[in-house]
């Protein structure tokens, strides 16, 4: 039995290490596509010669071991939140120790702000990844240009009807055409390099150093591009939660850093043998025989580095709505076997529009290209920021360590967004613009559920006070139990007030009930359960949840129904509060923050649905609030 657990635990790491190939890996594993060919683009005025094609590889081989290998593989997958990762993770594993407002408030901007780009880069991505690929028709048949945009758009779209089927069969169908890519990748790179060798030199970072000292401000300039090599960074740090540390790891360095450096190498190789090959050097890169497969394999490959974001997208989401910085929406859990695996319709759909219209507005990998840094890089500063605060708070680094660290790679990510931030008025401006809706989103929903929270309590009546009125003068107790749900931060649930006004009646067993979110993603199964006796046949229930978890609560209260049997919880009520929100004067919210919080409430998914309550067994008690 032992040999057998252990041959299936091996069997299980082997095949999430496979899944992530195909999910985690995809955007960073495409880059070679356009990377080299942007860097040596008329745009950034760098010749062809033997110095610049091996400073540019240099620069290439040590962004890759520095940002990926040292900083996300090594030190910030370190800063897992129990086994979840991703900015807000991060940002609720930073906040957890701070106890200083002030300290508080700037984790939180930051951590928003980091958040709103990474959906930025979750927009872009699949663009520029999928034209990228299917350009490579025009070096087989330059007739076909027409085609380039439609054809796009058919694998976008299918790409995201796909999703619904969850992550893990996704994984599952992509990881092995991952595992092909990657050792083709690697092929056409030693074949190339076998005939070049002295590209190998590119390691020495003497040619990444004599590089800037030869070219000045359009060296500083050229990192806008190589910034293109490591894309998909935070992908690979959002979907920790799907698949673990370890298979991210060792897929990492034992396939996808040598076969991406080989291909990289390989492209220069190319390069110095025939400058006329920068008009695409990927493509060139491969015989011409096997031109069509290669197309066909990247257009795959380029669909599977959109799932990274995708799914980085789904987690993040649940991340944020759980900590109450996104409206509640529905999701549909895919595995019943990993936690992390998530479908969210509408983050999906919104995705695939907001792609479809990058795609016909912008036309071309290379105008996508100048937009695509400014994402990339600013989320990679903000991780930093965030890595250090935890560095501190929670591996209790020394500060002059942690300082010097972080510092250092903070240094670096600040010089690629440097790079970058000149793109702005030429694509640059869409991830900004995108994040700052996004963060003008979530920084105001957080802000009027505190608003709304605070009216209601100014409406509503002391609980001890109620139940003090209701032992003098008792209302009619029919049989069962009643659960009425609540937010925390209200002395008592506005539904049970206002059934009593208006049924004159209660029953016998009455349950108020509050789900609470903690900054953590997963609460222990004892923790997850409170019960207090206030008297008169009056109980409190407070359920305890992590920020990845299904808020499920009569799964939850069955599972904990043996504590109190006689509350009869598989035949209760459940009563909730449905709110009307009336616009005024309250200095609380801006005009424009007003409006958007009505139609962000509005649009929330139905907390019968989202708490998962039976339908027939829900019943809803409006209420107009003026916020």
């Not at 999906?348 to 840094?373: R, T, W």
């Not at 009593?500 to 997963?522: C, G, M, S």
Request: aromatic letters at 12%; hydrophobic letters at 50%.
């Amino acid at each position: 039995m032992p040999s057998h657990t252990t041959h299936s635990n091996k069997n299980h790491f082997f095949l999430l290490s496979l899944g992530a190939l195909g999910i985690v890996y995809g955007d960073i594993g495409t880059s070679p596509l356009y990377s080299m060919k942007e860097i040596f683009s008329p745009a950034y005025g760098l010749a062809l010669t033997s110095d610049n094609v091996l400073g540019i590889l240099s620069l290439i081989f040590w962004a890759l071991t520095i940002i990926i290998s040292l900083k996300y593989v090594i030190f910030v997958m370190r800063a897992d939140n129990k086994g979840e990762g991703g900015i807000m993770a991060l940002m609720a594993l930073a906040l957890h120790p701070r106890r200083r407002r002030f300290g508080k408030n700037v984790i939180i901007a930051i951590g928003l702000f980091g958040t709103a780009l990474f959906y930025g880069d979750g927009i872009i991505t699949p663009a520029i990844s999928v034209l990228s690929a299917v350009e490579g028709l025009e070096i087989a048949a330059p007739s076909l240009h027409p085609y380039i945009v439609p054809i796009t758009l058919i694998v976008l779209i299918a790409l995201f009807s796909f999703q619904r089927y969850g992550t893990a069969r996704v994984g599952n169908l992509f990881g092995p055409i991952m595992l092909v890519w990657f050792l083709v990748l690697a092929w056409l790179g030693s074949c190339s390099i076998y005939a070049h060798p002295m590209v190998l030199q590119a390691v020495n970072p003497t040619h990444a150093v004599k590089f800037f000292l030869q070219h000045g401000s359009l060296g500083f300039f050229a990192l806008g591009a190589v910034v293109l090599a490591f894309t998909g960074a935070e992908a690979l740090y959002a979907d920790m939660g799907h698949f673990g540390k370890k298979p991210i790891q060792l897929s990492w360095f034992f396939l996808v850093f040598p076969a991406l450096i080989l291909n990289y190498f390989g492209q220069g190789a190319l390069l110095l043998r025939d400058p006329l090959a920068v008009e695409n050097p990927f493509y060139l890169l491969t015989p011409q025989q096997y031109l069509y497969p290669m197309i066909g394999l990247s257009t795959v490959a380029t669909v599977i580095a959109s799932q990274a974001v995708i799914s980085g997208a789904y987690s993040i989401t649940q991340q944020a709505i759980r900590l109450g910085y996104l409206p509640r929406m529905h999701m549909q859990h895919t595995s019943s076997t990993t936690q992390g695996q998530i479908y969210v319709p509408a983050i999906n759909n919104g995705l695939l529009i907001l792609i479809v219209l990058v795609v016909l507005a912008f036309k071309e990998s290379s105008n996508l290209a100048a937009a695509y840094g400014i994402a990339v890089t600013g989320t990679m500063v903000i991780t930093t920021m965030l890595v250090t605060f935890v560095a501190i708070d929670t591996w209790k680094w020394p500060r002059p360590v942690a300082g010097a660290v972080f510092g250092c790679l903070l240094f670096v990510d600040a010089g690629f967004f440097c790079a970058n931030a000149v793109k702005i008025p030429h694509g640059g401006w869409f991830p900004v613009l995108a994040g700052l809706i996004l963060f003008s989103i979530m920084s105001v929903w957080k802000k009027g559920r505190r608003v709304l929270t605070s009216s209601l309590q100014r409406t509503s009546t002391s609980l001890s006070h109620f139940i003090e009125e209701i032992k003098t003068t008792p209302p009619l107790r029919v049989p069962g139990t009643s659960i009425f749900l609540y937010s925390h931060n209200l002395s008592m649930p506005y539904a049970l007030y206002q059934n009593l006004r208006h049924n004159k009646i209660l029953h016998e067993k009455v349950v108020l009930l509050t789900a609470k979110t903690f900054d953590v993603p997963y609460v222990a199964e004892r923790e997850r359960f409170h019960i207090e006796d206030l008297g008169f046949n009056f109980y409190r229930i407070t359920l305890h949840f992590g920020f990845m978890e299904v808020q499920n609560i009569p799964r939850a209260l069955t599972a904990h129904e043996p504590v109190e049997p006689q509350l009869d919880i598989a035949h209760a009520l459940y009563f909730l509060g449905r709110e009307t929100l009336i616009p005024s004067d309250n200095p609380g919210l801006s005009p424009w923050q007003e409006r958007l919080f009505v139609l962000l409430f509005r649009n929330a998914s139905s907390p019968i649905i989202y708490f998962g309550l039976p339908t027939d067994r829900a019943i809803e008690l409006g209420a107009l609030v003026r916020i």
